[in-house]
């Protein structure tokens, strides 16, 4: 199975200031026959099922703001929020579909300082 | 619109089993794969289980495999996840997906629905 770490668990970003997240995989999702990072990020609120934000690790999901960027391949990468809105606060999830079982990191929850 | 709706979740006993059904809509539900996760009060997300669109493929996550068996009725737009000998740590929201990749990533979920065991 592989194994999703991310980092920090939890962090607290002044409003308007930027917030990064990081995901690590025990093994690289890069797929060179396509050149893609099997890679994605969620957003989950309270009482909601998780939002797509990010596809292939960078390709932002058609009405997410674009404050919202994923970056890295292989077995690094970022979710990087650049301009915290209040809206923002929510747990974050990356999710490798490179394999089954697909695995999740263990979520981020985000903050306002 | 594309819809998934989830039912059947509530409180049995250990050992017990129950049935959760999503019903599907807005969508070619026999074109897809589908999958079950689950999600533990205040932890992350798992993955359950998978099926393809014919029914004739099935996976299943190392912790349910044994007692939970996904289905599907293409006729009436519906998956199915039979739980048998539940016990406290399969308490959670259960969620139904689809997952679409290829080009490019679709990703619907429904609402979720309780799964509570507990005597």
């Known amino acids: 199975d592989i194994v999703m770490t991310q980092s920090p668990d939890s962090l607290a970003v002044s409003l308007g200031e930027r917030a990064t997240i990081n995901c690590k995989s025990s093994q690289s999702v890069f797929y060179s026959s396509n050149n893609k990072n099997y890679l994605v990020w969620y957003q989950q609120k309270p009482g909601q099922p998780p939002k797509l934000l990010v596809y292939?690790?960078?390709t932002r999901e058609s009405g997410v703001p674009d404050r919202f960027s994923g970056s890295g391949s292989g077995t690094d990468f970022t979710l990087t929020i650049s301009s915290l809105q209040a809206e923002d606060v929510a747990v974050y999830y990356c999710?490798?579909?490179?394999?089954?079982?697909?695995?999740f990191g263990g979520g981020t929850k985000v903050e306002i300082k | 619109e594309v819809q998934l709706v989830e039912s059947g979740g509530g409180l049995v006993q250990p050992g017990g089993s129950l049935r959760l059904s999503c019903a599907a809509s807005?969508?070619?539900?026999?074109?897809?794969?589908m999958h079950w996760f689950r999600q533990r009060p205040g932890k992350g997300l798992l993955w359950v289980s998978r099926?393809?669109?014919?029914?004739?493929?099935?996976t299943y996550a190392d912790s349910v495999k044994g007692r939970f068996t996904i289905s599907r009725d293409n006729a009436k737009n519906t998956l199915y996840l039979q739980m048998n000998s539940l016990r406290a740590e399969d308490t959670a929201v259960y969620y139904c997906?689809?997952?679409?990749?290829?080009?490019?990533?679709?990703?619907?979920w429904g609402q979720g629905t309780l799964v509570t065991v507990s005597s």
């Open positions: 292939w690790a960078s």
């Open positions: 999710q490798q579909y490179f394999s089954t079982p697909l695995t």
């Open positions: 997906a689809r997952l679409f990749w290829g080009d490019y990533f679709e990703a619907t």
């Open positions: 807005g969508f070619s539900f026999s074109n897809y794969w």
């Open positions: 099926i393809k669109n014919d029914g004739s493929i099935v």
